[in-house]
């Protein structure tokens, strides 16, 4: 199984700061890695897709990169709307696997 | 925009059974592995189980393997989960999830909630 590692687990931010997740997997997963992001009570929504895609309706101030075992999503200048937990998952095989999640809140 | 609506969710005993429906819109259901995910309050998201487009795959997560069964019906555009011998720590949210398998989750329902509790 691929254990998959989020960190911080909280990170405290002021809007317009500039927010660095990290998610670093036991094992090789190429780019088959995706984002989410939840606010309480939401469901969860994909934000980024295959390390560095985009999502649908994901806003340019979200970027993603990395592969194999090292992974970052960053969000550049951050809006109150991005005040969330996100959690990365890997696709890699069947054996599917999330993140224990990084929340974002307000400093 | 896929729709995906999650009912069935109930308070229930130990030792009972619930069974969990997906009704899907506005999406080729026949077309996407599916996917439920659960998340127990307070903390994070675990794929409990998934199905191929086809149904010749089925994954259970080792918590809930032998007690649990996915289904599909796709000329209903419909997931399932049947859910037996319930125990107090699938007490969870859970959401019905296009994707699964070697694909992300692209599409949520909002979730049903089931408590398992005396």
């Known amino acids: 199984e691929v254990v998959l590692t989020q960190s911080p687990s909280t990170l405290s931010l002021s809007p317009g700061e500039r927010a660095a997740l990290s998610c670093r997997a036991s094992q090789s997963v190429d780019t088959n890695l995706a984002w989410y992001q939840q606010k309480p009570g939401q469901a969860p929504r994909l934000v980024m897709f295959d390390a560095s895609h985009r999502a649908t309706g994901i806003p340019a101030r979200f970027s993603g990169r990395g592969s194999e075992t090292d992974f970052t999503l960053t969000i550049s200048s951050l809006e109150p709307e991005d005040f969330a937990v996100y959690y990365c998952q890997q696709h890699t095989n069947w054996l599917l696997s999330f993140g224990g999640g990084t929340k974002i809140e307000i400093k | 925009q896929p729709q995906l609506v999650e009912s069935g969710g109930a308070v229930v005993k130990p030792g009972g059974s619930l069974r969990l429906s997906c009704a899907a819109s506005?999406?080729?259901?026949?077309?996407?592995?599916m996917s439920w995910i659960r998340q127990a309050p307070g903390k994070g998201l675990e794929c409990v189980s998934y199905?191929?487009?086809?149904?010749?795959?089925?994954y259970y997560a080792e918590s809930v393997k032998g007690r649990f069964t996915i289904s599909r019906d796709n000329a209903k555009s419909s997931l399932y989960l049947q859910m037996d011998s319930l125990r107090a720590e699938d007490s969870a949210v859970y959401f019905c999830v296009v994707g699964g398998g070697p694909y992300y989750f692209d599409h949520w329902g909002r979730g049903t909630l089931v408590t398992v509790s005396s």
């Open positions: 506005a999406i080729t259901f026949s077309d996407h592995y």
């Open positions: 199905i191929s487009d086809s149904t010749n795959y089925l």
